[in-house]
Every structure is written in C-alpha cells, then in structure tokens.
C-alpha cells in the first residue's frame, strides 16, 4: 500500500507570493495533520482536520489555511510568503480523529521563500 | 507547558555501544509518547511509542523507558548501527480534546562509527 504521498517535492517561491502543498493521506485514514519543520528543529504542528472538519489549529498566523476533500486529500496554502515560512512542510496520516495513534509521515514538501 | 525538552542534541556513539537519549514534559495531559526517526530528505517515522500505563516498552533494539511520576521517557537503542545514524525526535500527544497535535522535542542527531 502507498504511504503518505506529498506535492511538489520541491518549491521556490519569492516573498510575498502565495503557495498551495498537497497530501494523499494513506487508503482509510481520515484525519491528515500539517507541520512546519524548520532545519534544525522539531516539526510544530500547524492543523490537523478530520472528516473534512477542522479538529486542531496550531500557533501559526492567518496567512496559513488547509482544507480536506471528500477523499481526504488536504492542501495546505500559504499567503504572502515571508523568509521565515521557509521549511519542509509535512502532511500526517492517522485513522483517528485524535490523537494517541500512530501519525504517519509523509516524505515532506521542501519550500525556500527567497 | 507544552514543551518537550529533549536531550543531548548530538550524540556519537561506538558500533555495538547503547544509544540513549532523554525527553521531559510539564503537561500532565499528555498520554502518548512516540519517537520518530528522521533520515535527511526524508519525513519523520515512528520508531517505537509508549503510553505512561507502562514503564518499559521494547521493540527490537529499541526500548522506552518511562518513568511518570519524573514525566521523563527516554529512548535506548542497543547494539547501535551505522544505519542507525539519524536524527531522532521524541514527541507527545493528548488524546482528546487537542486535535491530534504532536509536540516534538528539539532532536538528536545520532552518529554510530564504525
């Protein structure tokens, strides 16, 4: 079975301009989860949505916005780009809405905001 | 209080020696503790997780420890590998209520000599 799959796997956007990250989550899992890893450090959690729903939203400001299809593909879209919003973005898959089961990963969108 | 401090950051052990590396958290709420490895390029995958109704759990060369009344768990891999040789993150989640979030420690970047 396929992971979690993500697209593009790389970006290279200019500051100020906009971006749209995909993610498939695995077959059946209905909850996907976005994090932002900036190098060198933990990834922090950004949403997580469930059955197309919004279930968590993390300390990151109004630029950022998801949403989740009916086949639970999810994008993630980013507003006026600023060098800081450089980072690998991860998508997660689970199959419960909370948490206290496995997330599982995919291989991460690599963004540079130049 | 939603902190995970783990710790060292780096880590250089002998081929055959015992890896371990330490995490600590305030928030009582927290009832999942999973470890991720990370290779370069690629996301994070879970390498073995733990709930606090337990104090050791073991999967292959891997063991958690967990000790609940410190809120510390700390990670042991045995007989360490040159493949072994990644970033590792500890993390934590509530279960409800906290929309799946998982809150990762700082990593430790792992390199088995040979």
């Known amino acids: 079975d396929a992971g979690v799959t993500q697209s593009p796997t790389h970006l290279i956007k200019t500051r100020g301009q906009q971006v749209t990250l995909r993610c498939s989550p695995i077959s059946g899992h209905k909850s996907v989860s976005w994090y932002q890893q900036v190098l060198g450090q933990g990834p922090q959690f950004i949403f997580q949505y469930y059955e197309k729903e919004e279930r968590g939203r993390g300390n990151f400001p109004d630029r950022f916005s998801a949403r989740q299809f009916p086949n639970y593909s999810s994008e993630l879209n980013v507003n006026a780009l600023l060098l800081g919003d450089s980072a690998l973005y991860l998508c997660?898959?689970?199959?419960?809405?909370?948490?206290?089961?496995?997330?599982?990963f995919g291989p991460g969108t690599r963004l540079l905001v130049l | 209080q939603q902190q995970v401090k783990q710790s060292p950051q780096s880590l250089i052990v002998q081929k055959g020696g015992i890896s371990i590396i330490n995490c600590a958290y305030e928030n009582t709420a927290f009832d999942y503790f999973p470890w991720y490895q990370q290779f370069p390029g690629k996301g994070p995958a879970l390498l073995i997780a733990i709930r606090p109704d337990v104090s050791e759990k073991k999967e292959g060369r891997s063991t958690i420890s967990f000790n609940k009344s410190a809120k510390q768990f700390s990670l042991h891999i045995m007989d360490s590998q040159p493949g072994d040789s990644a970033t590792y993150f500890c993390?934590?989640?509530?279960?409800?209520?906290?929309?799946?979030?998982?809150?990762f420690g700082q990593g430790t970047e792992l390199s088995v000599k040979p």
């Open positions: 993390a934590a989640a509530a279960n409800y209520n906290q929309g799946g979030k998982l809150i």
């Open positions: 997660a898959s689970s199959s419960l809405a909370f948490g206290g089961e496995t997330q599982y």
